[in-house]
């Protein structure tokens, strides 16, 4: 598929929401005020004046590593009207890791919560690299979000379509993160997807983000911030905080993952809430066991999309409809397990080992072809020209089939473990875990968990004579990695399964836990 000309940059049509917009709620503040559009932009271009005085220019990276809040939203608008490149990984990562990122981006300013700058400046100075480092809100001195936008504002950057925007960062088979390059023209073409596929709810849609902006609530964010919606910000999420908000604010949009989708049934279940505002809940990250999407939409109703994507190719993939949500006369409609159906500017097909495309029903790997692929990963040349295969396709690494229209995902090429929406590569953890003294051998896998979709176990081979136990495992991964990668469960065994070469059989180890259900993903 050849890349689209688009006569504007996500940045232009922004410019347009501060006009268009500009007397309409923006942001609800944490105070239950409210910023307008017209009063965003001005904000936007104050903040990015402020960056500028530190030194920043434009194609300058920052990280932003803070819990949701309208002071991230804030930040994102200003490094779209300054020229910034914003780098977006989860608050939840340990220092040390956020620290790494930094280093590899060379990034100029790191944004964490104000409770832990001390730790991040710590890890930052260990790794040798001295970025600045910004709290995210105003309740402590020294350089934050709000102190940002205390000065004089700056001319908006004009953006050209090839020019790096985002940078969000992923882990690869080795585990080591990657810095996955979208460009104006990338984003342009993944907002032309979502504003085309994602409904709207006149005269305003009200946007609950729940799930990280450091992953799909940020994707979708944007895209409700150029239709002029207004957002409501949750830095942790509590089922009844959530139910309550959209009770308060007339929410009619909701973007989760399908564990926060979990909790909010089980609440709304057992308590007495107001949804009738809400028109659409937007469900991505990992598939959502049927049986648990057909007790979501009892509650809710019929007000669920599914959205397939991948931090290289941003959703909306393929898309499971409201319509395909309608369950009649309590039997669950077998496209409940699906992903959906395929978007109309995007190409999927299933491929064999050999790269040929299989028939309709057969399994294979998921590959896709589009405009909205990343342009390549950060200084890795030779992993960004292996990402793109002959003809402009792109393999995801999942494996799944296509049947009467809809996207089936059935396994993972990779040995991907999705938690709760977030990612989790077992070579991470398993470097974690064999740091630990008296641990000679880990392998680890995800195991299925009803409300988790998958959680981390760790099989271990303790060393001889060793008395090594789970809690000294958990505590040594605690001290390294952030704490959704650790492992929930560990497990001692006298061996692992092995080729007869010493490779681990990781698929076998994996089969054992997955022997009752009819996949292999969460």
Not at 61 to 87: E, F, I, K, S
Not at 277 to 292: C, E, K, N, V
Request: proline share 6%; aromatic share 8%; charged share 20%.
């Amino acid at each position: 598929m050849d890349s689209c000309n688009f006569a504007h940059t996500v940045a232009d049509l922004l410019q347009r929401s501060y006009e268009n917009f500009a007397g309409r709620p923006a942001l609800v503040l944490a105070d239950g005020a409210e910023l307008t559009y017209g009063e965003l932009g001005q904000t936007a271009a104050r903040i990015a004046g402020g960056l500028a005085e530190l030194g920043l220019v434009p194609g300058d990276r920052l990280v932003l590593a803070q819990r949701n809040g309208p002071d991230y939203a804030m930040l994102d608008h200003a490094m779209l009207w300054g020229g910034y490149v914003r780098v977006a990984v989860s608050f939840r990562l340990h220092a040390n890791e956020i620290a790494a990122i930094a280093a590899d981006a060379d990034a100029k300013v790191v944004v964490v919560d104000n409770n832990r700058r001390a730790e991040v400046e710590r890890a930052l100075r260990e790794a040798g690299v001295s970025p600045l480092v910004v709290g995210a809100t105003g309740d402590r001195e020294g350089l934050t979000v709000p102190g940002l936008a205390s000065g004089p504002a700056t001319s908006a950057h004009t953006w050209e379509l090839d020019d790096l925007a985002w940078m969000p960062y992923t882990s690869g088979t080795t585990g080591k993160p990657k810095g996955v390059m979208h460009t104006q023209r990338s984003i342009m073409a993944a907002m032309r997807n979502m504003l085309g596929e994602f409904p709207s709810s006149p005269p305003q849609d009200t946007v609950l983000l729940v799930a990280p902006l450091s992953h799909l609530a940020g994707w979708l964010r944007l895209c409700y911030s150029i239709r002029g919606a207004r957002q409501v910000f949750m830095p942790d999420f509590d089922a009844h905080e959530a139910l309550s908000l959209i009770e308060r604010y007339r929410v009619t949009v909701v973007p989760v993952v399908p564990t926060i989708v979990n909790f909010m049934t089980e609440q709304l279940e057992t308590g007495d809430y107001d949804t009738s505002s809400l028109d659409t809940i937007i469900y991505a990250g990992s598939p959502m066991a049927p049986d648990r999407l057909a007790r979501a939409i009892a509650a809710f109703g019929p007000k669920f999309m599914q959205c397939y994507g991948l931090t290289e190719l941003p959703m909306p993939l393929t898309v499971l409809y409201k319509s395909d949500h309608v369950v009649s006369g309590g039997a669950v409609p077998p496209h409940l397990a699906s992903a959906g159906r395929v978007t109309p500017f995007i190409e999927v097909r299933i491929t064999d080992a050999d790269g040929n495309e299989v028939p309709a029903g057969e399994i294979g790997e998921i590959q896709v072809r589009s405009d909205n692929v990343m342009r390549g990963y950060w200084q890795l040349p030779a992993e960004s020209d292996a990402f793109v295969l002959a003809g402009g396709w792109t393999g995801t690494g999942d494996v799944g089939r296509l049947d009467n229209g809809y996207l089936y995902i059935v396994d993972r090429k990779r040995d991907l473990i999705v938690s709760g929406g977030f990612n989790v590569f077992p070579s991470e953890v398993e470097a974690a875990v064999a740091a630990v003294p008296g641990v000679q051998e880990v392998a680890v896998v995800g195991v299925p968990d009803p409300k988790w979709g998958e959680t981390v176990l760790a099989v271990v081979v303790a060393e001889p004579g060793s008395t090594v136990t789970g809690t000294d495992v958990m505590d040594g991964c605690r001290a390294a990695i952030a704490g959704y990668k650790l492992p929930r469960r560990v497990e001692f065994v006298e061996e692992l399964p092995k080729t007869s070469s010493g490779k681990l059989m990781r698929r076998d180890l994996r089969r054992t836990y997955w022997a009752h259900s009819d996949r292999n993903v969460g």
